[in-house]
Nanobody
């Protein structure tokens, strides 16, 4: 199990940028975990935004964020980040940091991840 704490959310106007961060703590090596960002808007399902493998060789982006978002991790600081640019009102949601032991490949569902942060709100106004 890994404990996750998100930071960096807030309100921004359309076209702006935000950087979300997640700090992880675990008794196991952070680089053993696949890390991901999900988001959930009111009344909608929780969707994956992006994921990154422990060694950073694999990344996955949902179609709605391709070209606008960059996921990264620092295995010495046990952190995960999501840089989002050209934000749109439809990006408004609660964003969650998530972790799973092992591979990121084919792991795109919330049920694939065993550890979650508390979530952080991102609001994009038009």
């Amino acid at each position: 199990q890994v404990q996750l704490v998100e930071s960096g959310g807030g309100s921004v106007q359309a076209g702006g940028s935000l950087r979300l961060s997640c700090t992880a703590s675990s008794r196991y090596t952070y680089s053993s975990y696949c890390m991901a960002w999900f988001r959930q808007a009111p009344g909608k399902e929780r969707d994956m935004v992006a994921s990154i493998s422990g060694g950073r060789s694999f990344t996955y982006y949902a179609d709605f964020v391709k070209g606008r978002g960059t996921i990264s991790r620092d295995n010495t600081e046990n952190t995960l980040s999501l840089q989002m640019n050209s934000l749109k009102p439809e990006d408004t949601a609660t964003y969650y940091c998530a972790a799973r032991w092992g591979t990121c490949v084919s792991a795109t569902r919330p049920s694939d991840y065993s550890s979650w942060g508390q979530g952080i709100q991102v609001t994009v106004s038009s």
